[in-house]
Every structure is written in structure tokens, then in C-alpha cells.
Antibody, heavy 119, light 108 residues
Framework: QVQLQESGPGVVRPSGTLSLTCGVS?????????WNWVRQPPGKGLEWIGE???????NYNPSLKSRVTMSVDKSKNQFSLKLTSVTAADTAVYYC????????????WGQGILVTVSS | EIVLTQSPGTLSLSPGERATLSCRAR???????LAWYQQKPGQAPRLLIY???SRATGIPDRFSGSRSGTDFTLTISRLEPEDFAVYHC?????????FGQGTKVEIK
């Protein structure tokens, strides 16, 4: 059974860079799946940030594209998210999730990590 | 992008009652690439339904999904105590995939 686990700082300074990692167990990061990031501001709905394939192919939400970078580390079986120039509006629970190729739902999710943007 | 509107915002029901949740796409959608997720406080979303009407692995048959044009419905036939949660719909047939704002099913 696949398990995903987010890790990273819980607080980021305004204008700084949010950096998170998602460790994957029970599946290979090089499997035929897309690896996603989704966020949820407190009390609000879910927002897709983007996805990455093990070949480093990426797709990002146009609303965040200018600030987002994703990468994979095959040696550690993990993938990462960087979000630059953060503001209070980026305060959210960040989830990593897995999806099969093509048009597919997110079948496995990490438990989520709360990131607060604050000075 | 496909905008999804869920209604009602909150549904107050008793255990054993039937729950009917709506998710409407503002634009025409070319396929039934619609999923429903359940989210309990402090937990990640859990996939319930995909392809508008197919249950994910291990999901009880009291959960069912349907589609009529741009209207999608999640029905819980008889609410169990563990079903009180927030439910999100998601359209994943185009990029970016989008979510509705959620419907909270609370105990009356």
C-alpha cells in the first residue's frame, strides 16, 4: 500500500520560498504515475498546484505557474515543491497525492502539512 | 478551467437518513471525469467515487454517484456515524483539475 509523507518548515517568512518534500513508500517514484501537490487554505476548498512525472515533465496551475517549481529525487524516492515570493495568501495545508497517467483522480494522499506564512 | 459549484454548503441530517449532494459544472464537460472525495477533520481527502459513478476500492455500496449533463450527484443511501464529513467534487478531465468548494454533512 502506497504511503506519502510531506515534510518541511511549518513557518515561512513573507516574500520567502516555501519548500516541501513528499516521501513515497510502497511505490516507486519512477512508476507510471504523476505526483501532485494540492493545497487547502484554512476553512477553504482544495486547489491543485501542479504535477510531476519521474522524467521531470511537469504541469502547473496557471494561477501559480510563475512561482512554482517541482522536482524529483529518484535516489530518495521523493518529490519536492518550491513556491517563491510567498504571502499570507499561501498559508495552507499542503498535500502531496498520486494519480495514474491520463485523466485520473488522486487515489492516494499524504496526511498534509500546515505551512503558515508569517514574520 | 472548469468551475464546479457544490450545493448545499451544509447538509444537516440524522444517521440513517439519505444524503444527496450536488456538484454542477458551469461549462459543458466532455466526459464523466468527475470524482468525489470525503474529508474528515485533520485528515487528507479520501477518494470515494471516480468516473462520476464508479466506487473506489473499499468504498461501501451506500455511496453512489451519478451524472445528468453538467450536474453530478453523490448519494449516501443511509448515513452512518462515520459518514459525517466534508465532501469535495473534482473534475480531472482537463488541466488544471479543479475542485468544488465542498459540502459539509453534519449531524442534525
Amino acid at each position: 500500500q502506497v504511503q506519502l509523507q510531506e515534510s518541511g518548515p511549518g513557518v515561512v517568512r513573507p516574500s520567502g520560498t516555501l519548500s516541501l518534500t513528499c516521501g513515497v513508500s510502497g511505490d516507486s517514484i519512477s512508476s507510471n504515475n504523476w505526483w501532485n501537490w494540492v493545497r487547502q487554505p484554512p476553512g477553504k476548498g482544495l486547489e491543485w498546484i501542479g504535477e510531476i512525472y519521474h522524467t521531470e515533465s511537469t504541469n502547473y496551475n496557471p494561477s501559480l505557474k510563475s512561482r512554482v517549481t517541482m522536482s524529483v529525487d529518484k535516489s530518495k524516492n521523493q518529490f519536492s515543491l518550491k513556491l517563491t515570493s510567498v504571502t499570507a495568501a499561501d498559508t495552507a495545508v499542503y498535500y502531496c497525492a498520486r494519480a495514474a497517467p491520463g485523466s485520473s483522480p488522486f487515489d492516494s494522499w499524504g496526511q498534509g502539512i500546515l505551512v503558515t506564512v508569517s514574520s | 478551467e472548469i468551475v464546479l459549484t457544490q450545493s448545499p454548503g451544509t447538509l444537516s441530517l440524522s444517521p440513517g437518513e439519505r444524503a444527496t449532494l450536488s456538484c454542477r459544472a458551469r461549462q459543458s464537460v466532455r466526459s464523466s471525469f468527475l470524482a468525489w472525495y470525503q474529508q474528515k477533520p485533520g485528515q487528507a481527502p479520501r477518494l470515494l467515487i471516480y468516473g462520476a459513478s464508479s466506487r473506489a476500492t473499499g468504498i461501501p455500496d451506500r455511496f453512489s454517484g451519478s451524472r445528468s449533463g453538467t450536474d453530478f450527484t453523490l448519494t449516501i443511501s443511509r448515513l452512518e456515524p462515520e459518514d459525517f464529513a466534508v465532501y469535495h467534487c473534482q473534475y480531472y478531465g482537463s488541466s488544471p483539475p479543479t475542485f468544488g468548494q465542498g459540502t459539509k454533512v453534519e449531524i442534525k
